[in-house]
């Protein structure tokens, strides 16, 4: 979701000779997230060509993911409020600057 837009920005937002290290570092675990909702996707397709017509419950796949995701998401969290902060500070400027030249 954030990814691709920071790699293809025209001008780009961090500069590119730090970019790759500012990725590394906000969404290092992105992969093992992706992994992780690809898992959930699986077995609800697994649930509904055995189910179907009727789906009795998706419960134990929802309540499977909850328990396996807490690690990668709270490595992802604790990370990804640095770059939360980065973008408000950012934001914050690009709008004093605006207001300064006006």
Same mark, same amino acid.
């Given at each position: 979701?954030?990814?691709?837009?920071?790699?293809?920005?025209?001008?780009?937002?961090?500069?590119?000779?730090?970019?790759? +290290?500012? !990725?590394? $570092?906000?969404?290092? *675990?992105?992969?093992?997230?992706?992994?992780?909702?690809?898992?959930?996707?699986?077995?609800?397709?697994?649930?509904?060509r055995e189910?179907?017509?009727?789906?009795?419950?998706?419960? +134990?796949? !929802?309540? $499977?993911?909850?328990? *396996?995701?807490?690690?990668?998401?709270?490595?992802?969290?604790?990370?990804?409020?640095?770059?939360?902060?980065?973008?408000?500070?950012?934001?914050a400027l690009?709008?004093?600057?605006?207001?300064?030249?006006?």
């Amino acid at each position: 979701m954030y990814v691709q837009p920071l790699r293809s920005a025209e001008p780009s937002i961090i500069p590119r000779d730090r970019l790759l +290290a500012f !990725i590394t $570092d906000i969404f290092h *675990n992105f992969g093992a997230i992706h992994l992780q909702h690809r898992k959930l996707l699986d077995r609800l397709h697994a649930i509904q060509r055995e189910e179907h017509p009727v789906i009795n419950s998706v419960t +134990a796949a !929802i309540f $499977d993911a909850a328990l *396996n995701w807490r690690d990668e998401y709270m490595e992802y969290i604790t990370n990804s409020s640095v770059f939360y902060l980065f973008w408000f500070c950012s934001n914050a400027l690009a709008i004093q600057t605006q207001t300064a030249l006006t």
